[in-house]
């Protein structure tokens, strides 16, 4: 895409009203926009952004056995007086209709889906199911200062499963597991996301949190060194020490939360009455497991993580482009170049813009794109351009066809 | 995908508590799901095709030029304030957060998207510019009876123009008229679609609605034969003839409203002060457009105008799956044809359920997949499955090879 062509543009100064670096840095490089504390727009970089780690989930839910549906936000309060969050749940957004009816603004979805569920599933033989949806999600929260790391109107991914025993949701959860590490290093997030013990209500001992080491967190994990997970504030007030070794020598650390699993058993299915009938035509509780992610606060998460003092560095897998392209007064070669990436499969930004050479290095620098490309005269004497990573401080004269194998997906 | 994999099931009776006919095939076949009345969850099958609608129209929102964006919901009451629309639009929705801001849920985005381009266009220079998002949005429809034809929580498109002129503003309106006409060909509304001359507001005589004919259609409009267009009831009210030929012969007939399309002027602009600077560095208001296309209400759309007495009929380009392989007592044969389309690259849903043949030749036709594929003895005898149009009576025998090169996109 021609940059002359977003009608985004970067700022020299960082907003004024922000105090999170996540929000500062991606309004400044024109990501995203911001309507209210807690509530933003995707712009068109953004937008991209956003739509790659919403994929790069959506696969890996699927790849578990996942189906995509789409619940609504608007619920009826009945369904939430059932399960006793209507007044249980402080951060519920409520309205009321003009025909008097009063809905919540959905903070999460077990309120949808179970009675939804319901209505397909009847015996042993139709279980285990797992369904999940990306959808947004409103929050009343008190305090919206942290960027896209606490939104009042946020996306999550949130897959909900449906199970006969324990013994088959014990099963589902480690798969989660594994399937949500395999999203965080997909995402640039692995090596720094640790598996958090936190406490896991009346079914199970412990609910576990996938917490990302930042100082932007708002939260603080003790971390284990041999057993290479953590346990979150509440638990280690309670137990001191690891619960896996039991070593009581523990590093505290700000994290993210990023995502969290959570077996419910019947908490949910219960007042709905989900039930499934066994081979005698017994009735039992479904048992149920829920699992979210959120891709904003993980979008957010990313920057936090990955950038320096010149802006954003992108992981690759979730750029809003391959590459940069950006031309040193030799418009007419790059223009030529810029058509070989896009005719090759490449998925390139060329900076086509009417302003100085320094002006776009410095934008490059702040948008985050894994790779610069420079047309110059001495890259074109050489047969090609400068391939510099972002995260590096040299580059080096590729050749267009070398480049394009490189940087085709 | 097989289907024993999918949670929905299909029932044998129409729900009782819907009156409109998509919203209840659609529940019967296990595409939609109810959560109140204007409120509906999309299942597997009704997702897909959901998708599948949504990339048609982004598809030809980009072919023009449309930037895409993600706008929020929840809005400040300043905004909707600003315009006079936080009193004057009757189906806004609005609620109080605990810190008692007010908020209104998003009816339409001209109160966010108006304020957020002009932190980015300054001159005439950053003119045009066409954004575009998919969004939810919430409308409180005192009667929401018709199924997804109006819902009170529901996707929609909304694309809008900025420009510098009215003669460039009217040479965009035109473009997207024609965008349009190519996404209702495209998802199978084509022929039944009319464009159609309504009421314009203060800045041009007229705004235009895309009405497809059907008989479940809360509109009447005056079809005019001669130029194959036609006027709403508000103007042929007003004026008693075709507002291109003036012939005043015209038929009535019942449609639905599929989408429309807005000369807006300097309407928003104003209050929000989005203006540009002229070469000499004077101000003037940006011109808008807006243009509406919801995907949910299409939907519904296809299906009051796609079916028989036996179910729908989905056109190819938005059918969940492109066919439906049905085995009848040859699973072993089956299953193995239906690895042969995988790995070809065709999208076939596969019956595999241990069910009569009788049952789910019911359900192939309630799903309405456009291709059924049948294995059975015989057309395994003869080298192939036989295939049956869903709109066809007779099917015909088609070799494995074939039918891979057919039914592949």
New interface residues.
């Given amino acids: 895409m021609k940059q002359s ?5 970067t700022t020299k100064e960082l907003p004024k009203d922000e105090t999170s670096y996540n929000a500062q840095i991606l309004i400044k490089a ?1 990501f995203i ?1 911001k ?2 504390a807690g ?6 970089l ?2 991209l952004v ?1 739509e790659k780690i919403k994929n790069i989930i959506r696969q890996e839910m699927e790849a578990i ?1 996942g ?10 309060k009945e ?1 939430w007086e059932k399960t006793g969050r209507w007044d249980g749940l402080e951060v519920l ?3 009321k ?3 008097k ?1 009063e809905y919540a ?1 959905a903070a999460t979805h077990e309120e ?1 889906v179970v009675p ?2 319901k ?3 009847f015996s042993y033989k ?1 279980l285990p ?1 797992y ?1 999940f949806h990306i959808q ?1 999600k ?1 929050r ?1 929260e ?1 305090r919206a200062k942290a960027g896209l790391l606490r939104g ?2 946020f996306s999550m991914k949130d897959l909900y499963s449906f199970h006969t025993s324990e013994a088959d949701l014990d099963d589902y959860y480690e798969k989660v597991k594994v399937a949500y590490f395999k999203i965080f290093s997909r995402i640039g997030l692995g090596e720094v996301t640790f598996f958090t013990f936190a406490s896991g209500g009346s079914f199970s001992k412990y609910s576990h949190e996938f917490q990302t080491l930042s100082a932007a967190g708002e939260d603080i994990i003790s971390i284990c060194d041999q057993c290479k997970l953590a346990v979150n504030k509440e638990i280690i007030e309670e137990q001191k020490a690891c619960p896996q070794c039991g070593q009581q020598d523990l590093k505290q650390a700000k994290a993210i939360e990023v995502g969290n699993i959570f077996k419910l058993g019947s908490r949910y299915s219960k007042p709905f009455g989900l039930t499934f009938t066994d081979g005698s035509g017994k009735p039992h509780d479904v048992l149920m497991g829920c699992y979210g992610l959120g891709p904003s606060r993980a979008l957010g998460t990313i920057v936090e993580v990955h950038h320096d003092e010149k802006g954003i560095i992108w992981p690759e897998a979730v750029a809003p482009f391959a590459c940069h392209l950006v031309s040193l007064n030799k418009n007419e070669e790059a223009e030529k170049i810029y058509e070989q990436l896009v005719s090759g499969g490449v998925d390139a930004l060329y900076d086509d813009r009417e302003i100085s050479a320094g002006e776009k290095f410095v934008d490059a620098d702040l948008i985050g794109i894994p790779y610069r490309l420079v047309v110059s005269a001495k890259s074109l004497q050489a047969g090609g351009v400068e391939m510099k990573k972002r995260n590096e401080k040299e580059g080096k004269i590729v050749k267009i066809v070398e480049l394009i194998k490189y940087l085709k997906p």
């Fill in positions: 062509k977003i009608f985004t543009k024109g926009d309507l209210g509530v933003y727009s995707f712009l068109p953004g937008h956003h056995g189906q995509e549906i789409l619940m609504p936000a608007l619920n009826p369904n957004f409520k309205l209709g003009k025909d009816k603004l949808v939804l569920v209505r397909h599933i139709d199911v369904v947004t409103f009343d008190p009042r109107e």
